[in-house]
């Protein structure tokens, strides 16, 4: 439960500080600070980074 607050709030930072930037951006940022968990592929990177580049947060917070 602790590691899913953790990548919700580093979703939530990601979302706050790269919205609108450009999806490659994006991608880069989450990629860097995103923990690692079970479950998250580079598909899944790429939808979430698509979902910030257009200004939306899909972390949920």
Known sequence: MHDDTQLFRTVHI????FAG???PVV???LTRYL???PGI???EI???A????VGR???GL
């Open 14 to 17: 990601i979302a706050s500080r």
């Open 21 to 23: 930037q450009p999806v």
């Open 27 to 29: 991608m880069e940022a």
């Open 35 to 37: 923990p690692q968990a």
């Open 41 to 43: 592929s580079s598909p």
């Open 46 to 48: 790429r939808r979430i």
């Open 50 to 53: 698509e979902e910030i580049s």
């Open 57 to 59: 947060d899909p972390s």
